[in-house]
C-alpha cells in the first residue's frame, strides 16, 4: 500500500473568483464612500465588508484534498473530512453546481457506500485526471472490508 500523501489544490473559476474576492471588496467601496455621506453607515458597510471577507477567507483557504495512505482528506479553510478508502465506491467527473468544498464546476463526485449521507463528496481538484487515476489506485489497493 502506498504511504505517501499527494495533495491536490482545488481548481478556481476565474467567474467564482470573482465572485468570492468582489463581493466584499465592493461593500468596502461603498463603505468609503458612505463614510463621506453619512458616518455610521459607512462605518457599518466597512465591518460588514470585513466580516464577509474574512469569513470567506476562513472557509474557503485552502481548498485542498489531500490522498494519505488510508483515507481522502478534504480541507476547505477551517472545515476538514475524511473519507476512508473503504466507503469510496468510485469517483466520476461531474458539473453538479451543489454546494461543495470546491472552488470550480469541473467536479469530481465521490459515490460513497451506503449508510453515509448524502452518499456523496463533490470536490475539483485541479488535476483531476491524476487526482481519479491515483484515487483509483489507493482504493483497488485497500483490503477488502470483513462481513
Known amino acids: 500500500m502506498d504511504t505517501t500523501e499527494s495533495v491536490?489544490?482545488?481548481?478556481?473559476?476565474?467567474?467564482?473568483?470573482?465572485?468570492?474576492?468582489?463581493?466584499?471588496?465592493s461593500i468596502l467601496g461603498l463603505g468609503i464612500y458612505l463614510l463621506t455621506l453619512h458616518l455610521w453607515a459607512g462605518?457599518?458597510?466597512?465591518?460588514?465588508?470585513?466580516?464577509?471577507?474574512?469569513?470567506?477567507?476562513?472557509?474557503?483557504?485552502?481548498?485542498r484534498y489531500t490522498l494519505k495512505a488510508d483515507h481522502l482528506h478534504i480541507q476547505a479553510g477551517l472545515l476538514h473530512d475524511k473519507v476512508p478508502y473503504t466507503e469510496i465506491l468510485e469517483a466520476t467527473p461531474t458539473r453538479n453546481p451543489l454546494s461543495a468544498p470546491a472552488l470550480s464546476l469541473d467536479r469530481v463526485k465521490i459515490h460513497l457506500a451506503k449508510g453515509s449521507f448524502p452518499g456523496y463528496k463533490l470536490i475539483s481538484p485541479a488535476q483531476k485526471d491524476k487526482f481519479l487515476a491515483e484515487l483509483t489506485s489507493r482504493i483497488e489497493a485497500q483490503p477488502p472490508t470483513p462481513v
Not at 458597510?45 to 469569513?55: S, W, Y
Open 8 to 25: 491536490y489544490p482545488s481548481q478556481v473559476d476565474r467567474w467564482l473568483a470573482v465572485v468570492l474576492i468582489g463581493g466584499p471588496l
Open 43 to 63: 462605518v457599518y458597510c466597512l465591518f460588514t465588508g470585513l466580516f464577509v471577507g474574512l469569513l470567506m477567507y476562513v472557509l474557503c483557504v485552502p481548498c
